[in-house]
């Protein structure tokens, strides 16, 4: 097994994703603001026909790491957005918004054994000591029962 190169011109990839059938990627480069899913041959890994699922808003925050839930919808922490939401994998629409005590909530992933707490990593990099002081939780692993459950990891095959 080789890695081979898929996309070129990206800046800072974050979130990497399937769907629960292993035909839809969705990925997120955080400088654009963009997830995309691309369309997946789940034997060979072909990736093919992008198309932008959701583009936030610059008052929104930075799109940074996702996860899935058992009912295949995406959950994106929202770097300088203080919240995680969660986005219908189809539309691209809101569905749930976390509110975070922290201002940079970097990734997400569900876990515990039920898999029903979504544990939130955060960064506390590049922030002032005034801003550490008011988000002293910034840096930290956050936990929360969003009332959905995620889904087992894949152990990897290869």
């Not at 035909?23 to 026909?49: E, K, M, N, W």
Request: hydrophobic letters at 35%.
């Amino acid at each position: 097994m080789r890695a081979e190169n898929h996309r070129n011109g990206l800046t800072s990839p974050a979130g990497l994703v399937w769907n629960r059938d292993g035909r839809t990627l969705y990925h997120i480069d955080s400088p654009t603001r963009q997830v995309v899913a691309f369309a997946c041959d789940p034997i060979d890994g072909t990736l093919s026909r992008p198309q932008i699922l959701r583009e936030f808003a610059p008052s929104e925050g930075f799109p940074d790491g996702m996860t899935t839930d058992a009912e295949g919808q995406l959950w994106i922490a929202l770097r300088n957005g203080w919240r995680v939401v969660r986005i219908n994998a189809t539309t691209g629409a809101t569905l749930t918004e976390i509110p975070v005590p922290v201002q940079r909530p970097s990734s997400c992933a569900f876990g515990g054994p039920a898999l029903d707490t979504l544990y939130i990593t955060s960064t506390r990099l590049d922030l002032t000591e005034t801003e550490l002081t008011r988000q002293p939780h910034a840096g930290a692993v956050l936990a929360t029962k969003p009332g959905m459950v995620g889904l087992p990891a894949n152990p990897f095959a290869g």
